[in-house]
Each structure stands twice: as C-alpha cells, then as structure tokens.
C-alpha cells in the first residue's frame, strides 16, 4: 500500500508539471498503435542528434517524443524538422522537475500507455541479444509472448584509448569509432530490498573520479523498456519504475533472464565542455555532484583506459563476459 501511495505521488508530480512543456512541433496522430516510442530529454545535444536518431531508427523506432530544456545551440529546432519527432520545450528548472523525470512521466502517462517506450538519453545507445539480426520489435515481440514487461540494460562506459580531448567528434559520427573501449569488470551490485531492484556501481567513472568514496559512483541500472501503463511512473531516472514489478528483472535460482547494456558514449571530446557547463548550473543530483568530480579530476590529458581496458566488438562478447543474457530467447 506504502509503494502504491509513492507511485500515485510520483504520478501526481507529473500531472502537476505538464504545463511546463510547451509543444514545439507534434506529429503523433500519424503514429501507429503497435509503434516503439523513444522518449528523451535533452539540452544542447545538437552534434550528438544525427547520429542518435539514425542509430534508434535503424533499431525500429517508431517515433520519438523529445523535451528540449532551453537549448540553445539549434537542437530544439534540428528536432522540430525531423518527420518523426514530436518536439515539447520548457524552460524551468531540470532539477525541480527531478532531474526531467516528471516531464517524461507525463509524456509517458499520456501518449506511451499501450506501447512499448524506450527511455533513453542522448549518449546511450541500446544493445541487446541478436541487435546485429533482430530488430527492437522482434525483441518486444517476444517478450509479449512470453509476458515480460520490461527489459533492463546496465549502462556500460565507454571510452577512448587515448585522451578525452585528443579526437574531435564530429556530428553524425558513430561515437564508438572514438569511444571503443570499456571495463569488462570493476562492479559492485547489491539488492534494494524495497524497490526490488539490483543497484549496480564501478566501471571507469567509480574507479577515476569516485576512488575515494565509491558509494558515491552513478547508478548503473536501468530499465529503460516498458510496456507502459497509465499507472506505471519511473521513480529515479529510469534505474527503477513503479510497480515493483517492473524491476524484478533478474533470476534468485540460479537462472538467467533476458537483458542488455546501454553503451554509454559520455567521454569524447565534448564532454570537457559539457561538464563545466553542468557544474557551472547546478541542475543535476545532489547539487551536481557527480559534475563536480568529473571537473576536479578532468583536463584534456585525462585518460580513463588502463592495460585491462577491453576494446568492445559486440553483444556476444558482452554476452560471455556476462555482461548481457540472452536468457530464453532463442
């Protein structure tokens, strides 16, 4: 009862906050019933877009819901011209509204209930089993099939060999040609005995700006695919989501289930920039305190991969590392 009271709160906030996004451009009568839904929130990402978009599309997307947070490097209007993309703005605070979440619960309330919604940002790009051969709606297909309602992915760092600043990226380039390499180990995970979900911490950001204090890391968990309900709400960025339900997406017996990795292209030549910016703000968790260790470690020389580094070929590989399961899929 405690747990449903939270989830009608959550959804109440967002309710409550539907006025602050103001649509731009909206294209979804068009949008077939059966169509995956990309929803996302973003500010100043207009390099990253191109290839965003075309990396989610050749996935199977079908449409994407965009909430631009005052940008103004020209995203808000790149987003407004693509067919496929219904655009909201708001200028109010990102973190009075949770960090976005209440923007995208209320977006999800009204136009996600029916479909599967993947939930994503900018930087991260899925991949699952047979991602090379299947399609997303092959993937949901299945798990229609078989009664799953959500699908979790870890949020695995990637990153350069070299320096951060030493390869421009450039718009519409894939960012893993820059970003190839990532830890193949350094995790810890433990339980949320209220939630239910698995709270997943490491790779290179605990280890080079969190090594003092490595409960303090980023949250690595996500569930960012739902089938969505009217009363289902994401309750902290997308690592958990209400029901409970929704996170128990792992096996106690010893089994497997299904499960992918969101490639996390966070660290290329952008990101010096971006992290100042952020800081400078204060619109992030904890009064952008996951900012203020990047900027406290970052210079250009900063290099995150070290002789364990793995250099990342694709998801079998992240399959026999354990990484991501095929489970029952066949």
């Known amino acids: 009862m405690r747990l449903r009271a939270i989830r009608q709160w959550y959804l109440g906030r967002a309710l409550r906050r539907r006025k602050q996004v103001k649509p731009v451009k909206l294209r979804l009568k ?11 929130t ?5 390099i990253r877009l191109p290839y965003f978009l075309d990396y989610y599309r050749r996935a199977g997307v079908g449409h994407f819901l965009f909430v631009d947070n005052d940008s103004d490097d020209g995203s ?29 619960n209320w977006l999800l309330f009204r136009y996600g209930t029916g479909h599967w919604c993947l939930t994503v940002d900018p930087d991260e790009f899925l991949v699952y089993p047979h991602c090379d051969t299947r399609p997303l709606q092959a993937l949901v297909d299945w798990m229609d099939n078989s009664g799953v309602k959500s699908f ?6 990637v990153y350069p060999e070299g320096r951060i600043g030493d390869q421009p990226y450039h718009e519409g380039q894939n960012p893993m040609e820059i970003a190839r390499y990532f830890d193949a180990a350094n995790y810890m995970i433990h339980k949320n005995g209220r939630h239910g979900n698995l709270w997943i911490q490491g790779g290179p950001r605990a280890r080079a700006f ?14 960012p695919l739902i089938r969505w309900e009217r009363q289902y709400a994401y309750i902290s960025s997308t690592h958990m989501a ?7 997406v792992y096996d106690e017996n010893g089994g497997e289930r299904i499960s992918g990795v969101l490639l996390h292209a966070k660290f290329l030549s952008t990101f010096i920039t971006k992290s100042s910016e952020e800081m400078e703000r204060g619109e992030h968790y904890a009064n952008s305190q996951e900012y203020r260790a990047y900027n406290a470690v970052l210079h250009n020389d ?15 590989q992240l399959q026999d590392l354990g990484l991501i399961s095929q489970g029952n899929w066949p």
């Open 302 to 316: 900063m290099v995150l991969h070290t002789p364990e580094s793995r250099l990342y070929e694709d998801w079998r």
């Open 152 to 157: 979790p992915a870890m949020l695995l760092d």
């Open 30 to 40: 068009s949008v077939p019933k059966d169509a995956i839904l990309c929803f996302v």
């Open 76 to 104: 808000g209007e790149y987003l407004a011209g693509q067919p496929d993309v219904s655009l909201w703005r708001t200028t109010t605070s990102y973190k009075a509204a949770r960090f976005g979440m209440d923007w995208l």
């Open 210 to 223: 969190f090594g003092r204090n490595p409960e303090l890391a980023p949250a690595l968990n996500k569930v």
């Open 42 to 46: 973003q500010r100043n990402e207009r």
């Open 242 to 248: 209400l029901p409970r339900t929704l996170n128990l």
